[in-house]
């Protein structure tokens, strides 16, 4: 067998690839932290990335020391200021020098941890085909990782940032990201501060909350014993309601909207909280009962049937027996029912009127207007999102469980 | 002498019993959806034949404006009281209007409409019905006395007290089909169904697409892999409104838009491009000039954006829970990684995707904040839902906002009807 073969040529595409990947991002990150308008030398980029791989790769495995690795990290800086005519980040290396500086350590750390990982235990030899696909995986899996993070994260983290920026300086140059820590927590915290003395959001945050909640209450009140009923009792029409269940989720919001929108406003029910407190768990109680019920079915009949022989009633089997072994599926529904109520915004948005009525959602479309800078809007935004954002992931365990529960079977 | 032990017919009384608990239980839950869910959706259908605008929710209600017409300065002095009276609407009838009013008690009533009644100084009048527009006047004629001229009273210190049944809009026999015409003949009916299609069939595919993927990385194991899962599942769980919106200031073609400026300065584009107000962009490809939507498919890509974590969950969870040794005997078989995720991985996948497709698309096709707060259904973005929005509240005319409801909602029972069809037997 030949020293050198697809596995080489495969790591210098790679190479040249996340090269190039890396030189953008690395580039773009420093242009957003330091307001400075880098220019990413994409070309250099991956020709340096090509000569690193090169460099690494030719190497067997085992001799890829951590040594080996600086100097492959040291030569694709070397490469990419050479070929780039010495300004590596577009910008001449006065500008900015130490946080140029920063960003080419941290590129090159990037650089060969990549093309190190990318070729892991592969020598620069000719492979089978199970191979050629291993390390392709790696390289498209690597990519996806980076791809997604990027465009999940970047809406959020503009979000954020406008939130701390002031109109003038973001439409003068809306990539500078920096912020500007001098002025002091109150001035950077301005909007923030504003949204609470001027735009009512203290009452919107008491009533977003107060709304979930009492849904969250309602639909467990109504959920739980239908649940319990569909999942052990047996009925005529039992298979039948199982099945429609799901059928009245489907049914759209908008068809909802209208109708209920006439009814409520002939009955005075249209700008009151106690109209969402009816109309929320009305769309989530289907639900809710489809998730308990899957995860009902799971619960040994056995142990309710000991319950009842030892002469408890059905109730209190419900009570003390199946409710206490069902609490992981009960917080993973309370938790999806309030985030629902939590994000609902076309009926907030049809029903009130009232600022003192507002929840977030309806708060926020009402900052949507040319008249209300940016940095509110985006403030108000992060104000909504955090709450649910930190209530989901610190419960994402459970609610992944129980989300999946239902319907995922076999 | 042995009978054949016969099966019991009919439910005995233990089964009866938990026939009736079971019904107990679910009867809070079925009232609630029945008055929330499935009367408006009667309701609705009703809505749709009937000629209704926003302006008819008001009830139309009895107007008064009381005068006193002439002067009571001296005893004997005559003079009108007199009561104008209107229905203020110009559409509705108003039926069994009665009016009472208290009169001071110092004067003395001469005259008054024969429908009236005077009971000592209180009047009482049964005025029949009003239909819309109708206006007239009662006149009471009315002498001083001595005891008024000593302390004269304002007849409109006492308000005049109305009775009366306003006609319902929502309940009047007024049909019409004008609001099903105006919504097939709509010159933009057929493109708007081609959109919500197009966007419903994108978004879903595009979302599954992602979620598989997604949930291929989030299958390995490696540091900081939990952190990436909940990263990754932030774009569902954040609130519609704050995303959209971040997305709106994200794409924003003018000054201060961030995406715009990074690819200026990347150097990929000219100009500005108004990705959420531009319909189309003529693409050349050997010659042939295709139209390409950009706002439909930057809306497809939010969609997308924000549903792919869920695909991406029941994946996962599925994935999870294949049994690893199918993949050792594939492995010892020597199958590559491809072939594994071919012929192993994905015909276990297939049933929850099946699932996942069908719930989707109904629920994509369902949406209405997305579309409605990125572009509020223009530049080619319109669906379906966000016609009936624009129809009911836009144009203030119920009634065909309420029509196009009944399409959506006649589209989605045939789409449910084939989910119903082809979804897995699960609830053994």
């Not at chain 1, 190190?116 to 620069?124: C, D, E, K, S």
């Not at chain 2, 009108?80 to 209007?97: A, E, F, G, L």
């Not at chain 2, 959109?195 to 900081?224: C, D, P």
Request: hydrophobic share 55%; net charge neutral.
């Amino acid at each position: 067998m030949s020293r050198f073969g697809n596995i080489f040529y495969l790591c210098l595409l790679f190479g040249a690839l996340w090269g190039a990947i890396w030189t953008i991002l690395v580039t773009l990150l420093a242009l957003f932290i330091s307001g400075e308008l880098f220019q990413p030398q994409v070309t250099a980029g991956a020709l340096a990335g090509l000569i690193a791989a090169g460099l690494l790769t030719f190497f067997p495995p085992e001799k890829r020391t951590l040594g080996m690795r600086v100097l492959a990290g040291f030569v694709f800086v070397i490469v990419l200021t050479v070929a780039s005519g010495a300004t590596p980040m577009g910008l001449a290396p006065s500008v900015y020098s130490f946080g140029q500086l920063v960003f080419l350590v941290l590129l090159a750390w990037i650089m060969s941890q990549s093309i190190h990982l990318t070729a892991l235990r592969f020598g620069p030899t000719r492979e089978r085909r199970y191979n050629v696909e291993v390390i392709c995986l790696r390289f498209i899996k690597g990519f996806g990782l980076v791809a997604f993070t990027i465009a999940v994260a970047l809406p959020f983290f503009v979000m954020v940032m406008m939130s701390l920026k002031n109109q003038q300086l973001l439409l003068s140059n809306p990539l500078d990201f920096s912020l500007n820590f001098a002025q002091g927590a109150e001035a950077l915290f301005r909007s923030y501060i504003e949204l609470f003395t001027q735009y009512h959001f203290g009452s919107y945050l008491m009533n977003s909350p107060l709304v979930s909640v009492i849904t969250v209450l309602i639909t467990l009140f109504f959920a739980v014993p239908g649940a319990y009923a569909v999942a052990r009792l047996k009925f005529p029409g039992q298979h039948f309601l199982s099945r429609s269940i799901l059928l009245i989720y489907m049914v759209p919001m908008i068809v909802l909207v209208i109708p209920l929108y006439a009814i409520f406003s002939q009955l005075g029910m249209r700008n009151t909280l106690w109209g969402l407190m009816l109309v929320y768990p009305a769309t989530t109680i289907p639900v809710a009962l489809y998730m308990l019920q899957g995860y009902f079915r799971g619960i040994p009949a056995e142990l309710e049937e000991a319950g009842l022989m030892d002469g408890l009633s059905r109730l209190n089997v419900i009570r003390k027996i199946t409710l206490p072994l069902a609490l992981p599926a009960l917080a993973s529904v309370a938790l999806y029912v309030f985030m629902i109520a939590w994000n609902e915004f076309l009926f907030a948005f049809m029903f009130l009127d009232n600022v003192n009525l507002y929840t977030l959602s309806r708060g926020i479309a009402e900052l949507n207007s040319s008249e209300v800078p940016r940095q509110h809007l985006m403030a108000g935004a992060v104000i909504a999102t955090v709450p649910v954002l930190a209530l989901f992931l610190w419960f994402e365990r459970f609610l992944v469980a129980g989300l999946t529960a239902g319907s995922v079977k076999g | 002498m042995t009978t054949e032990p016969i099966p019991p017919k009919g439910l005995g009384p233990l089964a009866k019993r938990e026939t009736r608990f079971a019904y107990a239980l679910l009867l809070p839950t079925f009232l609630i959806v029945l008055s929330v869910v499935l009367f408006p959706l009667f309701a609705n259908v009703w809505i749709s034949f009937k000629p209704v605008t926003l302006g008819d929710l008001r009830a139309p209600s009895i107007l008064v404006n009381e005068r006193l017409m002439g002067d009571l300065a001296a005893v004997g002095d005559e003079a009108d009281i007199r009561y104008r009276i209107r229905n203020s609407s110009r559409q509705s009838d108003i039926t069994d209007v009665f009016m009472t009013d208290t009169l001071p008690a110092t004067l003395d009533v001469l005259t008054f409409d024969d429908r009236c009644t005077i009971d000592d100084s209180a009047i009482a009048c049964d005025l029949g019905d009003y239909e819309a527009g109708k206006r007239e006047e009662i006149i009471v004629r009315v002498a001083a006395t001595q005891a008024f001229v000593d302390a004269p009273i304002n007849v409109k210190d006492t308000e005049s007290a109305f009775d009366f049944l306003p006609e319902n809009i929502l309940l009047n026999d007024d049909f019409t089909l004008e609001n099903f015409r105006k919504v097939f003949n709509a010159s933009d009916f057929w493109p708007v169904l081609w959109a919500s299609l197009y966007y419903t069939i994108a978004v879903t595919v595009g979302a599954l697409v992602m979620g598989l993927f997604a949930a291929q990385l989030m299958n390995m194991t490696f540091k900081g892999r939990s952190f990436l899962r909940g990263l990754y599942l932030s774009p569902y769980v954040a609130p519609v409104i704050a995303v959209a919106l971040a997305w709106v200031l994200l794409l924003d073609p003018g000054p201060g838009g961030t995406l715009n400026a990074l690819l200026i300065q990347l150097g990929v584009i000219d100009g500005p491009i108004s990705f959420l107000g531009q319909r189309a962009v003529d693409i050349n490809i050997l010659g042939m000039t295709l139209e390409f939507p950009v706002a439909l498919t930057v809306v497809i890509v939010f969609e997308i954006w924000r549903y792919f974590p869920l695909a991406m969950l029941f994946i996962l969870a599925r994935m999870q829970s294949v049994s690893t040794d199918i993949y050792e005997a594939a492995e010892i078989d020597g199958a590559t990684p491809l072939q594994q995720f071919r012929f192993i991985s994905l015909p276990q996948l297939m049933g929850i995707m099946a699932v996942l497709f069908l719930l989707r698309f109904i629920w994509t096709f369902n949406k209405f904040d997305d579309i409605f707060l990125l572009t509020g259904g223009a530049a080619g973005t319109r669906t379906l839902t966000v016609n009936v929005y624009e129809q009911a509240f836009a144009v203030s005319n119920l009634g065909a906002g309420a029509a196009v409801a009944v399409v959506v909602f006649l589209i989605l029972l045939f789409f449910s009807v084939i989910f119903f069809k082809f979804s897995p037997e699960d609830d053994a």
